[in-house]
């Protein structure tokens, strides 16, 4: 293999796919890139078993062949070379030599034909959403994912596309996010649970425009996203996922409508005296004179503050996790926010303007005549 590229193009790729390089493995390929050239274009692939990503880009090809090379290495060289054109030729079975201007390296590598070839997903049941909306789905939904193996299910997010809708849902034991979007055209039924690790990852690299768009491919056992020169294919996750349409349709004694970046900016001024190992509440009270009370008290101070809101129902005194409320407050994109509570002990509600959005919250535990 011979090829000539430019350093910026061959930089961009290996960032892409390096998302998908192994990092603990007893299998020394899956820590590589494989690097195949034909028909003047370069293929750039990482594949852990798990996740698997390639991508393209223009080159002058002079003989064609593939190889795999060593990810962290090729990478860090890469990123070091002078702006300016790259050559890479295969010396032997085992040696590369990378040119750039004045500079050159000769590392190992392994046969192309030793690294695993991404899965073959038919392109039968598809749906298209742009870049910008995918995105947006995974920022509001991914903090709610679970990172306790044990509990394999949460820690993938649920993907249903059901009445031309992609619902998609994540939870971790704590708190529920919900995101439903349109979708153009007439679409299959779905049901599928999308490994959140992938969904993180496929974040870093789609680039978010409205414009741009992403073709999602789903088969029985794995998900391919297609935008650009880009493919990225996830084994899902499997098993039956958690049935939770009752407790988005739960009832309420309590409406709360208050501006988001209010009440952000007095959880923030909380934060102070809150430690990491301090798992102290920030209690939120509404009584019947149109303001919201919080309150923290912690081992490195107390606080209070205020803010007016608008009501409707029973007077509450309820405690959350502070970050949990955070989360929520942050990926919400309207000025206002609508809060449903019921008790002191059943899960909150929290609402975008359109309800396109919603997040739930267990509260903690407390004892309201403290705090009355």
């Not at 890469?78 to 590392?107: G, N, Q, W």
């Not at 529920?176 to 690299?205: F, H, Y």
């Not at 959880?267 to 919201?292: F, G, Y």
């Amino acid at each position: 293999m011979i090829i000539k590229c430019k350093k910026n193009l061959l930089t961009s790729a290996i960032n892409i796919v390096s998302k998908a390089v192994s990092t603990k493995t007893t299998m020394p390929i899956l820590e590589c890139i494989l690097l195949k050239a034909e028909g003047g274009k370069v293929y750039l692939t990482a594949n852990n078993l798990e996740l698997g990503i390639e991508t393209v880009i223009d080159a002058t090809v002079l003989e064609e062949g593939q190889v795999a090379l060593e990810a962290k290495i090729f990478s860090d060289i890469i990123r070091k070379l002078p702006d300016s054109e790259i050559d890479l030729e295969t010396t032997s079975d085992i040696r590369v030599d990378i040119r750039c201007e004045k500079s050159k390296f000769t590392i190992p590598c392994r046969s192309g034909d030793e690294f695993s070839p991404l899965p073959s997903i038919e392109k039968e049941n598809s749906i298209r959403i742009s870049q910008m909306a995918l995105r947006d789905i995974i920022r509001q939904t991914i903090f709610s994912v679970s990172d306790n193996e044990s509990t394999k299910m949460m820690t993938g997010e649920y993907f249903e596309v059901k009445d031309n809708q992609l619902i998609v849902i994540s939870l971790d034991g704590h708190r529920i996010s919900r995101r439903k979007i349109n979708l153009a055209g007439e679409n299959k039924d779905v049901k599928v649970v999308v490994p959140g690790k992938t969904l993180q990852e496929l974040s870093k690299i789609i680039n978010g425009d409205a414009e741009d768009m992403v073709d999602i491919f789903f088969s029985d056992r794995h998900l391919l996203f297609e935008f650009e020169d880009t493919r990225v294919v996830s084994r899902l996750i499997e098993g039956e996922y958690f049935k939770i349409t009752n407790m988005m349709t739960m009832g309420h004694s309590l409406a709360v409508k208050a501006n988001k970046k209010e009440f952000m900016g007095i959880i923030d001024r909380a934060s102070p005296l809150i430690q990491e190992t301090d798992k102290k509440p920030i209690i939120v009270s509404v009584k019947n004179d149109n303001n919201l009370y919080v309150r923290l008290d912690t081992n490195l101070g107390s606080m209070k503050e205020e803010m007016e809101i608008e009501k409707e129902g029973d007077e509450i005194i309820i405690g959350f996790n502070p970050k949990f409320l955070m989360d929520a407050m942050r990926v919400i994109d309207d000025d206002d926010v609508n809060i449903y509570m019921m008790d002191s002990k059943n899960p909150c509600i929290i609402k975008d303007a359109e309800e396109s959005y919603v997040y739930i919250i267990l509260p903690i535990n407390i004892n309201t005549d403290v705090y009355a």
